[in-house]
């Protein structure tokens, strides 16, 4: 039994929590779903960025052995010395419902010509290319993997905050409601049951005073 006085003003101070709390929970409703749609929606980007990486490297390694079968390890080691490409990586936010996820921004500057093209090839140019290329998906891959692991996070925190209004906060305040409602109306009949007998009395006794 709820432990709450059976008075009106509880009646409607309950009421208007029981609203309160349905409205919360079609809300969190509504963003539970948008969080599990935009999750889904970066899981998949995160297995397509992560297959271009695994591309990008092995066509860089592949150029790379090429170049060295070609030229010879101490040339391409020389030739990897003259290489000078500046990276930038800046990183900002962006919110769903709230959650802040990252948005990373990976940039470069060529200071070229790195080394003259002779005594050089193409397997060079190639793996400088895709090397840069994969440092650019892993920049977005990085920031994927953090954003799924951040809004899993929120999803489960919501989930379990629409289950416990389902199972236990409306139900308690629907079981207060019902209970006070049916106080009031049990204490109405009891007083009119009481005003019933109180007249007949009064009219009784009405009536032995007429005959007297």
Do not use: C
Not at 6 to 29: M, V
Not at 82 to 97: A, D, F, K, P
Not at 181 to 188: D, I, S, V
């Amino acid at each position: 039994m709820p432990n709450v006085a059976p008075t009106k003003t509880n009646l409607l101070q309950i009421r208007q929590e029981l609203e309160f709390a349905r409205l919360g929970h079609d809300l969190l409703g509504q963003k539970r779903d948008i969080l599990v749609v935009e999750l889904l929606t970066l899981v998949e980007q995160a297995v397509d960025v992560q297959q271009e990486v695994e591309q990008s490297l092995a066509k860089a390694f592949d150029a790379l052995r090429e170049s060295v079968l070609r030229l010879g390890k101490l040339r391409v080691t020389h030739l990897s010395n003259g290489v000078n490409v500046s990276s930038r990586i800046e990183l900002s936010q962006r919110r769903v419902m709230g959650v802040a996820l990252p948005v990373v921004e990976t940039s470069f500057e060529d200071h070229t010509p790195y080394f003259s093209p002779v005594g050089s090839n193409y397997w060079n140019d190639s793996a400088i290319e895709a090397f840069r290329q994969a440092l650019q998906q892993v920049g977005r891959l990085a920031e994927l993997k953090v954003s799924i692991m951040r809004l899993a996070g929120e999803v489960r925190k919501t989930v379990r905050k629409v289950n416990a209004l389902e199972r236990i906060g409306i139900p308690a305040l629907e079981g207060s409601v019902e209970f006070i409602q049916n106080r009031l109306e049990e204490n109405e009949r009891e007083a009119y049951i009481l005003m019933k007998m109180v007249k007949s009395r009064l009219l009784a006794a009405q009536g032995g005073e007429g005959h007297g």
